[in-house]
């Protein structure tokens, strides 16, 4: 290799070398390491450089590095912070002297580092003095014509801004939002005072020498257990796994949850601060706490967990507990819904929403999905029954000492929780009652009753239902007899109608078998029905005939409900207003949006 070429690496590579140990510097710094994790650092040639100038930053938080600007670590260090410190004090403001407003801020950030000793200071060897606050040097400049004192102590050059207006290299919108640079850098500013404290009462000799267990989240779940009595418990019962190795491999970038096993999972890659930490663990305990993996059914996994991101994050919001991190889901036009309603709501439009990212990633839900075998460690039923308890007691001690302001939605649900669901069979009886009044009886001498023994010659009315009230007192049942209908499941339905049409006086019932055709089996007695159905394993289901053969027959009233068995494996139904349900069993998936009530079988 040529000497020249030679002698061009290694500059180039003391470069590089510099580089990499100033932006360590600045990472390593609790005061800085926050605003540099959301910041976006580029070494790469640009012909916006000058030639001595070492950094620019862009208003969206894009620092610009010149690569072939030789400084030393300490040099590097100085311009990124001072780059980060731009951000955070809000210094893109747009003012009527440009040039004169950055100058001002220059010299205050430089002040800001000088009097933390932070860097070693680029072009003045001056230290500044005397101004700490950008607007009053600003006014100041507009007064003089000399302003040689206050000049060069910018990042990009002598006589060049560092600061650059009107760039939209990233996009955001509602989902995705800018970063708030000066909360961010509060939080800095309180953790190295945190830091500070601890080291000189001599706390950080006693902690333990297992370092993972002083993490970032380790000590949010350790907030919640002392400080927040609502989650306070679920807290306790949750392992943290906070080992970036295992989360890369599990594919999760933020974090997740695996509620059979208690565990969430936190990366590390993914820099929280306290308030972001604290945040995404509510996140996470709520999902396990209000059973979203129970209640998902028959929905779409990965769209049930998107809208219940959506109700969880407006919660944490209004609650202000933590910080909400950057990307996660929230949308003011689902405030007030519920889980379901929000399902609803976008399942309309799929394509976007399974676009959408939640703490796990796009497409990967945050509520990971039990382990096929998990040693008995936690059952549906011991779950339930810990996860109702412990929210039922938390909401009760958080309200008893007033610890926060909880949204009337979530009080709601847990209250809702507290009471065990109603069974599908409760809920098909009460669809009777609405449809089936009961019938007035009235006594007639025309059926006789059982004569006393002590009077036996004097003969006393029954009760009896007259023939009229019983006239269009009837439903109509569609019947799935394909093949991937499951028998047990269909008698136990079929047991359930006749136990009901007896008790509410239905005499009969029209049916309507279908597999891959309509047949009509004309009116039947409920208790009769099971035992003529034969499942026939004809191919798909088309249920339309059916339907459209009900409502076409003369003989059928036009107001009588229809009740539809099936699998769920048909196509899609039109009822064209009629009164219907739907009866399918518990794990069943509707391929269109039913109109109806829809009682799942266990």
């Known amino acids: 290799m040529p ?9 180039t590579d003391i470069a590089t070398k510099n580089f990499d140990a100033g932006y360590n510097i600045v990472s390593s710094n609790p005061i800085f390491s926050p605003l540099l994790k959301k910041a976006s650092v580029v070494r790469g040639k640009n012909s916006i450089y000058r030639k001595d100038g070492l950094t620019l930053v862009t208003n969206e938080g894009t620092i610009f590095c010149n690569p072939t600007c030789r400084a030393e670590p300490w040099e590097w260090a100085r311009a990124i912070a001072h780059s980060l410190l731009h951000l955070a004090l809000g210094h893109f403001q747009k003012k009527e002297r440009p040039t004169d407003w950055n100058i001002a801020c220059d010299y205050v950030v430089e002040k800001f580092l000088s009097d933390f000793n932070f860097g070693r200071p680029i072009y003045q060897s001056t230290t500044p003095v005397g101004f700490s606050d950008e607007e009053k040097l600003y006014r100041h400049l507009s007064e003089i014509r000399d302003k040689s004192q206050f000049v060069g102590y910018g990042t990009s050059g002598v006589d060049v ?116 930490m604290r945040f995404v663990m509510a996140h996470e305990f709520l999902h396990a706490a209000l059973r979203h993996d129970v209640r ?8 049930w967990n998107v809208a219940c991101d959506f109700i969880i994050n407006q919660w944490l919001t209004e609650m202000e507990l933590g910080e909400r991190p950057e990307g996660c889901l929230h949308d003011e036009q689902f405030k007030g819904m519920s889980a379901e309603a929000i399902y609803d709501r976008i399942a309309n439009d799929m394509r976007m929403y399974r676009k959408l990212a939640t703490l796990r990633g796009v497409g990967l839900g945050d509520m990971l999905p039990a382990p096929a075998f998990n040693n008995g460690k936690n059952s549906a039923t011991d779950l339930d029954d810990f996860y109702r308890r412990a929210l039922r007691q938390g909401l009760t001690y958080h309200q008893d000492q007033d610890r926060g302001y909880l949204p009337a939605g979530l009080v709601e649900e847990i209250r809702a929780l507290a009471h065990p669901p109603i069974p599908w069979d409760v809920e098909l009886a009460r669809w009777f009652d609405d449809h089936f009044t009961p019938i007035e009886k009235k006594r007639s001498y025309a059926r006789p009753s059982r004569r006393q023994s002590s009077t036996p010659d004097i003969p006393r009315p029954n009760w009896v239902i007259s023939q009229a009230s019983l006239d269009g007192r009837t439903f109509g049942v569609v019947l799935d007899t394909s093949g991937s209908m499951d028998r047990s499941l269909l008698a136990t339905a079929l047991g359930a109608i006749a136990s009901y049409s007896a008790s509410k006086d239905v005499p009969a019932a029209r049916v309507v078998f279908c597999d891959a055709a309509a047949h009509d089996a004309g009116y039947m007695k409920p208790e009769d029905i099971a035992g003529i159905v034969k499942v026939r394993g004809r191919g798909g289901t088309v249920l339309q005939p059916g339907i459209d053969l009900l409502r076409s027959t ?49």
């Open 554 to 602: 003369e003989d059928f009233p036009k107001d009588a409900p229809i009740l539809i068995i099936t699998d769920a494996e048909c196509d899609a139904v039109i009822l064209y207003g009629r009164e219907h349900a739907f009866l399918v069993p518990h794990s069943a998936r509707l391929p269109f949006v039913p109109k109806g009530k829809v009682f799942r079988m266990r």
């Open 296 to 303: 998902q059914e028959w929905r779409d996994p990965y769209l």
């Open 3 to 11: 000497k020249t070429r030679s002698k061009q690496k290694e500059a």
């Open 161 to 276: 801004p560092d600061m650059l207006f009107g760039y939209n290299e990233r996009h955001y919108n509602k989902w995705n939002k800018p970063p708030e640079w000066s909360k961010i850098f509060a939080i800095g500013l309180s953790d190295a005072v945190r830091q500070a404290v601890n080291k000189a009462s001599g706390e950080d000799d006693n902690i333990d020498s297992d370092r993972s267990e002083n993490t970032t989240a380790h000590q949010a779940k350790r907030w919640f257990i002392s400080s927040y009595p609502l989650l306070g418990a679920i807290a306790a019962n949750f392992k943290v796994i906070y080992d970036q190795h295992i989360c890369e491999r599990m594919d999760i970038s933020v974090a997740a949850v695996s509620i059979s096993m208690a565990e969430i999972y936190i990366n590390p890659k993914k820099y929280l601060n306290q308030a972001e």
